[in-house]
């Protein structure tokens, strides 16, 4: 029996993590959830799985959150000093990190520093300090098992490998809504075109990062530091029907992959119950149902956010933090019709040019960078 935590009970994953939890009551036990602002929800949840703590991140939905559960045997707090310290309670073993964005940075530390192992679906905490996670990590011993599909599939393959070098992994993306439009095509796409996944059920954050090849760019970051990886090692290939989630291929040539739907409660599910796979009855896939799987390049001087994460990697440093921090800002931008699909890289790239570069940071200093590039994005987009 696992006790798990998970941070952003309301989101999309957590939301499926949820599913996952209901249908093995006999290996997971629920015993802390938290929210931002969703209160609502959040209280819905706690109601239906009885968690020993609950968390709304936003102060000002604590009262709400307490009068709803006041008879409930469940302790009752907010703010982000609470999310924090929830993590280090010696009642959870696993926490399921998935929150959305920089945001889950400092609980997943914490988290970490407790030696609580981590399923980790917010990719935002190892592109902004991959060597400092992966480095505590090391130091205390605590697993990091990834919840995204894509690395989800590479650690699949990797099993019963990892005494194998790699040669290089192959990330796959859907292409997102927009695949195959020219820049002058983007120029003027609505929020509601871009929240419009051809394959995927995510927040919307997620969505739009995905429509522009910013969320791609995000995991080549996050599976350079999951698996060790150069940067070279890395590749990028466009897959329209979301079938094989990502490659591996060894020295001799050979080449895995790992095939399935695109349901996000499989991944989520293989990291909580690692090592064992648990039975689900999730849909199977068949291959008469998919007869032609294809694969493209993808298109890196219309899609520029992709090309502008491969630069933040090869650069290091503080820079991934600026890229992330600047695209965060400009997504919020977009989704509240403040700037075009386009705008949101030239905000990026002109974060990632003129906040200060960090060649070895502290986490002092990616607290410094992020509220820099937010700041310096702010003003971009308010000229």
């Known amino acids: 029996m696992k006790r798990i935590a998970i ?7 957590g939301v499926q993590a949820l599913d996952v939890i209901r249908a093995n009551p006999e290996n997971f036990e629920l015993e802390v959830i938290t929210a931002h602002s969703n209160a609502d929800l959040l209280i819905e949840q706690a109601l239906e799985f009885k968690p020993n703590v609950v968390v709304i991140a936003r102060e000002d939905l604590y009262e709400q959150v307490q009068q709803a559960l006041q008879h409930e045997d469940m ?16 009642t959870v073993d696993m926490v399921l990190t998935a ?8 609980p997943t530390i914490r988290a970490i520093e407790a030696g609580k192992q981590i399923a980790l679906a917010n990719k935002e905490t190892l592109v902004v300090a991959g060597q400092l996670i992966t480095d505590l990590a090391r130091e205390k011993g605590v697993n990091i098992y990834p919840v995204d599909s894509e690395h989800s599939a590479i650690f699949q393959c990797l099993a019963g490998e990892f005494h194998n070098p790699i040669e290089k992994i192959i990330l796959t993306a859907s292409g997102g809504p927009f ?18 996944h051809p394959n995927w059920d995510m927040g919307a954050k997620i969505t739009i990062d995905s429509a522009s090849l910013m969320n791609k760019g995000l995991e080549v970051i996050e599976a350079k530091w999951l698996f060790g990886l150069r940067n070279e090692q890395i590749e990028v290939v466009v897959h329209p029907q979301s079938i094989i989630h990502s490659l591996v291929q060894f020295e001799d040539g ?56 491969f630069e933040a990697m090869e650069r290091g440093g503080n820079m991934p933090c600026t890229l992330n921090a600047a695209n ?46 937010r700041k310096l994005a702010a003003e971009l987009i308010n000229k």
């Open 7 to 13: 941070l952003g009970s309301t989101g999309s994953i």
């Open 75 to 90: 302790k009752v707090y907010a703010g982000s000093k609470a999310l924090c310290s929830v993590v280090e309670m010696g």
């Open 99 to 106: 929150m959305v964005g920089y945001a889950g940075l400092l």
């Open 179 to 196: 695949r195959g439009r020219t820049a002058a095509d983007l120029a003027g796409v609505t929020k509601a075109q871009a929240l419009k």
């Open 254 to 309: 050979s080449i895995k992959a790992q095939l399935g739907l695109p349901d996000m409660k499989l991944p989520i599910q293989y990291a909580l119950g690692y090592p064992q796979r648990l039975k689900s009855d999730f849909p199977r896939f068949s291959f008469l149902d998919y007869p032609q799987l294809t694969f493209e390049q993808p298109d890196l001087k219309t899609f520029r956010n992709l090309q502008l994460a």
């Open 328 to 373: 965060e800002v400009a997504v919020n931008a977009f989704l509240r019709d403040e700037v075009g699909f386009l705008q949101m890289s030239d905000i990026i790239e002109s974060c990632m040019a003129k906040v200060a570069y960090i060649a070895n940071p502290s986490y002092e200093d990616y607290v410094t960078t992020d509220e820099e590039a």
